[in-house]
């Protein structure tokens, strides 16, 4: 068999994949074809044809997505700010919307003056994309990073030896969980800044096969309410942060009005704010620890 054209190939698993129903077809099907060639999506015109073993690859992998396989799991990547993470069953897929927060935390971080290391610690990590993408951005951090399941931990491992091995900072990783009122015990009064993108979505709500049917549940539900995590890990924020400290925490896009509720109901929280993502829905809560007078 003879080499075939990849822009036909492209268009004709565009048309698969809007037919299974994903919600971005084309970009889907030109991501895969410059995952199976090894370049990068911008580069794709110049590989106008496809070896025969390069062609069976490239339906394998457009054929799994439309059974809405998510396309990080096929492609092995996810990006969050400058790192790229490896992803597959068993963890969540780092989202776009959480660049938002990310971009929040570095900027804060840019405008803090402070006459020691920053300290951070991301609670509920994931594959560690927070804490791994701030560890990279800002070296001067002391970044650590608690999670609740040992399968998703362990990709957060891997994503931080290989990150290490490349030459970031150690970022230091915990098993555990970010409701319990020890953990991170050593560090009360000492974390200069608290990110987490935590489980927020209520129980019951109506999700693409891709989330429902692929992504961890322990990472995706917070109870009936979505707030099971969220509520009491509010304690565990305002006891790790030092006087002054920051943080900021992604939500469910309902619970804009009730998460600064929250925060404003807990002893010790100021500048509770509320932030918007593209689409102008309510995504992250940033608040200060009240500073010693
Ligand atoms: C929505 S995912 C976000 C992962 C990562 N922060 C990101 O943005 O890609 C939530 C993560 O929290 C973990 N998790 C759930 N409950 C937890 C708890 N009580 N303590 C610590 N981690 C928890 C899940 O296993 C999952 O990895």
Redesign the pocket.
């Known amino acids: 068999m003879s080499r075939v054209p990849l822009r036909s190939t492209v268009v004709e698993a565009t048309e698969t994949l809007a037919a299974a129903g994903v919600h971005s077809p084309y970009t889907d099907a030109e991501l895969l074809a410059a995952h199976v060639l090894g370049v990068e999506r911008t580069r794709l015109a110049l590989v106008p044809m496809l070896t025969p073993e390069q062609l069976a690859e490239y339906r394998r992998l457009v054929e799994q997505r439309a059974t809405r396989v998510p396309l990080q799991y096929l492609t092995g990547v996810?990006a969050?700010g400058e790192i790229d993470?490896c992803v597959g069953p068993g963890?969540?897929?780092?989202?776009p919307e959480?660049e938002l927060l990310f971009a929040w935390a570095l900027a804060h971080l840019d405008m803090a003056e402070r006459g020691h290391r920053p300290t951070v610690v991301?609670?509920?990590?994931?594959?560690?994309?927070?804490a791994l993408a701030i560890a990279h951005a800002r070296p001067d951090t002391l970044v650590h990073a608690?999670?609740?399941?040992p399968v998703?931990l362990k990709w957060a491992q891997r994503n931080s030896d290989r990150l290490a091995g490349e030459g970031d900072a150690p970022i230091a990783l915990y098993e555990?969980?970010?409701?319990?009122p020890a953990?991170l015990a050593e560090l009360d009064g000492r974390v200069d800044m608290v990110v987490?993108?935590?489980?927020?979505i209520p129980a019951g709500a109506e999700l693409d096969p891709e989330v429902i049917d692929h992504?961890?549940h322990?990472?995706?539900f917070g109870g009936a309410d979505g707030l099971s995590?969220i509520r009491p890990?509010i304690g565990t924020i305002a006891r790790l942060l030092r006087p002054g400290g920051v943080v900021a925490v992604?939500h469910d896009d309902s619970h804009g009005a009730v998460m600064a509720e929250l925060f404003d109901a807990h002893d010790g929280f100021l500048d509770v704010a509320e932030h918007t993502d593209l689409a102008g829905k309510p995504r992250f809560i940033t608040a200060r620890r009240m500073p010693t007078t």
């Open positions: 996810a969050m993470l963890v969540f897929v780092p989202r959480t991301d609670l509920c990590t994931g594959s560690g994309a927070l608690v999670e609740l399941d998703a555990g969980d970010a409701t319990d953990v987490s993108n935590p489980p927020y992504d961890p322990l990472a995706l995590v890990m992604e």
